[in-house]
Each structure stands twice: as structure tokens, then as C-alpha cells.
């Protein structure tokens, strides 16, 4: 149950705030993460349990961030805590592979119809460099396509035109250009990759017809989490899936966000589109870093002992191989992504019902498990990340923070989704909608509708 007093907005924030305070002198910003900066309402958690956070004056919140989808079974589950103590007694790095590493593979590889071999790494950013260089060694070509609104990581190589681009900014539809997310980007890197726009066809083919003979490889979020979750088409995947047959491109299905999430097999399996190299990190440890790059064992051999390198002093450490046996432990064994299914239906569909009783217009966008909300009277549904652009972001931020006041705790960040555990109990979900229509209501007379 919500502790309703410790979450009264009236209440002081008063340790949570010194603390932020230290923060701020030893961390830039304040934290670790551009992405957990938020002003003056930046939160310090100590501690999380289940579907559950607590802040530094022990205000607890009912967690719909899950440290931006990590955290699929809920904070400090179990199984996984158990995987992890027992392998704690044996240690954590070895300058050798160790059997983890091994078994870990295996089930993916069993669990993954579009994963033939894999390769670790620590994190989604590390995972989608290795796959971008390991395609650039298979096709001997060195540009890149992504699409607009899509993160993939924060090295050079993809932080260009990602949904923290400036609205307008892009360029023309027609011709869509890179814009760097940050400085600090060497100038010359914009011009290994090119933009196109999500589900948008005719662009990406004339795209590839174009350009294809210098393309390595198109990199795509399946489905677009950092663009609310936008969805593809029906065809657009396959759509792309035989641009690249044809002009000899590398297919790369970055699963950092939707991996071990949607579907046991991710996307390859829920669309039924195999990529020939697929990305994973996030969901996979349920928050312990772990990550992986994995596809067809052609392509994945290209890795070779003074040919193609990959790899880094923490890949396949032991405790995240551990953490990852635990994940996999509860999809198969204990069935927790249909769990998340179910209750992330019962949660969007609530909101929707909500918000349309309250004449708000809105869009939801995404899948049970990780969904958002599109604040908009625009019609027809988005389809790409310019559409995104198009809604009130203001809304979504004001509905976040009124949420927190009520001990729920959603990404203020209106492209950021909604992210679902299995330990959400239907009792969480009925008590968030309650807050839900409260928030709504509260915050209804201060928008122009």
C-alpha cells in the first residue's frame, strides 16, 4: 500500500535536499547521469524494494521509471539477489572465460531466434559501438543510417538527431540532416551517418538506393522508447529488412530498451523480423550492468584476434552473468513477462479511460510493458518522431509532477516511457489509477485545452 502521509506534497523535503546539495559539490550537476538531472526536484533514493523507491526523508514512491527500464522483476528481486550471493563466494573477474559467461550465451542463443553468437559488454552504449564497428568490418563499408528521435548510447558514432534535438531543427522532411546531441563531438564523425525518419518508407528507400553502396549498416530501435514509444507499421520492418538484403546493409536491432522486455525473444520474436545483429543491455541484468551484442554467426566471427576487436576488462563479469541467469530464471520459469503484459495493459488502458472521461486528448503509444503518452488533439495517430515533436510536453511534465506529489514517480520527460515490473500487483495498479485521476483532475484547470 502508498504511505499517503509520507508522500503529502506538504511534507519537507529537507534530507533529500542537503544531499542533493553535497551532490552538487562532487558531481557535475549533481549526479552521474545528464538523464537523472531535474532542477531543484532532483531526487537522492536510498533504497528500493520491489515496485517500490524510498527518498532520502523516506518518502516512498510506487516506481514507473525502473531506473529507465533496467528493472523488469522490481528492486532487489529475489531470484536474482540469489544468483548474485551465490556467486559472490567465487569471486567476480577472471582474466579467463568462466561458465556463467557460457550458460548465459546458451540461453539467449535458445531464447533469440535472430542470436547465433553473442559478445558482452557493460552497457547499451558499448554494445551498439561494438555492433556498429563489427558491421563496418563485415561490409567493409564505414557509414551508418539512424533515425531521427532514436538514442543508441552516448558514444560519437549515434548521438546525432536523437529526441533531445531542438523541434524544427532537423532539417527538411524530405532531406533530413545530423544534429549532434553534444559538443565535444569531433565535426568529421557527422559525416559517417545518415538521418532518415520512422516508418516513413519511401525516404529510407530512396535512402538506401541511393547511398546504399557506402552504408555499413542501419541501426533502429525497433520500437522508438525514447520517442514515446512510437511503433513501426505493419511492414515497415520487414521493409527495411529487405532494403538491406538488397544493397548488402547490415539490419542491427537495437533491443537495449525492449530486450528480455516485450517478448522472451524481443523483437525478432514479437514481429517476427530476424536483424543481423541485436543489441541488449538494460532489462537483461535487471539492473546490474550487463550488455550484449549478438546475430548471425557469420557476422559475429568477424571477430577475430588481430582483425576485429572487441571486448573491455568487465565484459561477462561474473555477478552481471549472475544477474542475467536470474532474469532469464523468472522469464521462463516464473513467466514474468506475461505478468508485465497483463498489468501494463490494465495500467494503459486505465489511463486512457481516464484521460478521454476527462475530455483530455491524448494518444497512447508503445506496448503494455513500456508505453507513453502523447498529449495532442493531432490526427492521424503519430507516426514519427516529427509527430512527437507536435504534442504539449508541458502537460505531460505538469501530470508527472503531480504524480510524484502522490507518491507515483514517472519520467518528467514526456518522450521517456512508462516502464512496468512484474512485482506491480494489480493492487499497485488500481491504487496508481486512483492517483492518476486525482493528478488529472488537479491539474485539468491550468491546461488549454
Not at 548471425?296 to 565484459?315: K, P
Not at 498489468?343 to 494503459?348: M, N, P, T, V
Amino acid at each position: 500500500m502508498l504511505t499517503s502521509t509520507a508522500n503529502s506534497p506538504h511534507t519537507a523535503h529537507n534530507r533529500t535536499r542537503a544531499t542533493f546539495e553535497r551532490a552538487k559539490r562532487v558531481l557535475p550537476l549533481g549526479v552521474t547521469s545528464n538523464f537523472r538531472y531535474s532542477g531543484d526536484t532532483t531526487l537522492v533514493i536510498k533504497r528500493g524494494s520491489g515496485a517500490y523507491v524510498w527518498d532520502m526523508d523516506d518518502r516512498q514512491y510506487l516506481d514507473y521509471r525502473l531506473a529507465y527500464g533496467p528493472v523488469i522483476l522490481g528492486h532487489s528481486h529475489p531470484g536474482v539477489l540469489k544468483r548474485i550471493t551465490d556467486q559472490l563466494g567465487n569471486g567476480n573477474l577472471y582474466a579467463h572465460t568462466h561458465p556463467l559467461e557460457i550458460d548465459v550465451a546458451e540461453r539467449i542463443v535458445a531464447m533469440h531466434p535472430a542470436v547465433e553468437k553473442l559478445r558482452y559488454a557493460n552497457s547499451g552504449t558499448e554494445a551498439t559501438m561494438h555492433a556498429v564497428r563489427i558491421a563496418r568490418a563485415y561490409t567493409n563499408r564505414e557509414k551508418i543510417v539512424k533515425f531521427e528521435g532514436a538514442y543508441h548510447g552516448n558514444h560519437d558514432y549515434a548521438l546525432f538527431s536523437t529526441a533531445n534535438m531542438p523541434a524544427n531543427g532537423g532539417g527538411s522532411p524530405r532531406s533530413p540532416i545530423p544534429v549532434p546531441q553534444s559538443s565535444g563531438i569531433p565535426t568529421m564523425t557527422r559525416e559517417l551517418i545518415h538521418i532518415t525518419r520512422y516508418n516513413a518508407f519511401e525516404h529510407v528507400e530512396r535512402l538506401v538506393r541511393d547511398k546504399g553502396h557506402e552504408i555499413a549498416a542501419l541501426l533502429v530501435e525497433p520500437v522508438m522508447g525514447n520517442a514515446v514509444c512510437l511503433m513501426p507499421e505493419p511492414g515497415y520492418l520487414e521493409h527495411l529488412r529487405k532494403l538491406c538484403d538488397q544493397a548488402g546493409i547490415l539490419l542491427i536491432f537495437d533491443e537495449v530498451k525492449t530486450g528480455f522486455r516485450i517478448a522472451p525473444g524481443g523483437a525478432g520474436e514479437l514481429f517476427g523480423v530476424k536483424a543481423d545483429l541485436t543489441t541488449f543491455a538494460k532489462a537483461l541484468g535487471n539492473g546490474y550492468p550487463i550488455a550484449a551484442v549478438g546475430g548471425r554467426a557469420e557476422v559475429m566471427d568477424t571477430i577475430a584476434m588481430a582483425q576485429v576487436v572487441q571486448g573491455g576488462t568487465y565484459c561477462g563479469h561474473a555477478l552481471g552473468c549472475a544477474a542475467a541467469m536470474g532474469v532469464l530464471d523468472a522469464i521462463e520459469q516464473e513467466h514474468a513477462l506475461d505478468v508485465i503484459k497483463e498489468r501494463g495493459q490494465r495500467l494503459k488502458d486505465g489511463m486512457h479511460d481516464i484521460l478521454t472521461e476527462q475530455g483530455i486528448p491524448h494518444e497512447m503509444s508503445g506496448l503494455p510493458s513500456m508505453f507513453g503518452i502523447i498529449f495532442t488533439p493531432r490526427t492521424p495517430k503519430a507516426r514519427e518522431f516529427r509527430d512527437v515533436m507536435s504534442g504539449n510536453f508541458q502537460m505531460y511534465t505538469d501530470m508527472a509532477y503531480a504524480l510524484r506529489e502522490r507518491g507515483i514517480d514517472v519520467e518528467p520527460d514526456a518522450r521517456e516511457p512508462l516502464f512496468v515490473s512484474s512485482a506491480h500487483t494489480v493492487a499497485d495498479i488500481d491504487n496508481t489509477l486512483d492517483r492518476f485521476n486525482d493528478a488529472i483532475k488537479t491539474c485539468k484547470p491550468h491546461w488549454v485545452l
